[in-house]
């Protein structure tokens, strides 16, 4: 069964500077990989996602992510970061074969941005 | 219409009701998917339609949970007798392909159910 691990719970940072947000997953093969990001009383939103070919993704809002098969790891990335980053960011995989649809999400990071 | 819209926002339910959630999706999306989101968990897999069928539904946690989607557009999630253990946000989410992995997902933005 797949799994997504979100190892950091809560991560504060001054606005401007730089972001990572780790990601690990657990599956037997490369899966479909995606960033999503929920502000309060909204829904998701697709930032990135990595199905395959260049392991380094570009995304909406200036993030990046970028795919590590040694490690199992997808971290999101951002070079300087604005107030309106402040969020929830959620780690998901899905099944790369026929009839896949589910994603299996991870349990989230809360972002603080401080001014 | 716009995005994908989900009633009522939030609901407040005693322990026991029934309640039923609604989402429309995307005009014209073939695929809806319902997810719940207990507090500081990610979401997790409800069940799946590709127009009006029903293709899986294992992630209903109990036969109190049934949902539908009659005529390949709106769906209903309803629970029936509900339980202070089914209080999380249901999201609902369509995309306008037949559901693969890989496809854009574009979610409403819930409904949060507290049950007392």
């Known amino acids: 069964a797949q799994s997504v691990t979100q190892p950091d719970i809560h991560i504060t940072v001054s606005e401007g500077a730089s972001l990572e947000l780790r990601c690990n997953y657990s599956?037997?093969?490369?899966?479909?990989l995606f960033w999503y990001v929920q502000s309060p009383g909204q829904g998701l939103q697709l930032l990135l996602k990595y199905f395959s070919g260049d392991t380094l993704v570009q995304g909406i809002k200036g993030f990046e992510a970028e795919f590590k098969r040694s490690q199992s790891s997808f971290n999101l990335r951002k070079p300087s970061v604005h107030w309106s980053d402040a969020a929830e960011y959620f780690c998901a995989t899905a099944y790369s074969g026929a009839g896949s649809y589910q994603l299996t999400f991870g349990k989230g990071t809360k972002l603080s941005v401080i001014p | 219409g716009a995005g994908v819209s989900q009633s009522p926002r939030y609901k407040v339910a005693k322990r026991g009701q029934d309640v039923a959630l609604r989402c429309d999706p995307i005009s014209g999306h073939v695929s809806l998917f319902w997810y719940q989101q207990a507090l500081g968990q990610g979401p997790e897999f409800l069940t799946y339609f590709q127009n009006e069928a029903q293709l899986d539904k294992s992630g209903l946690p109990s036969d109190r949970f049934f949902a539908e989607r009659p005529e390949g557009s709106v769906s209903t999630l309803k629970i029936q007798r509900t339980q202070q253990e089914d209080s999380a946000v249901y999201l609902c989410a369509s995309s306008s392909g037949p559901g693969q992995g890989h496809e854009k997902l574009f979610f409403g933005s819930g409904t949060q159910l507290s049950v007392l």
């Open positions: 599956y037997g093969a490369t899966p479909y």
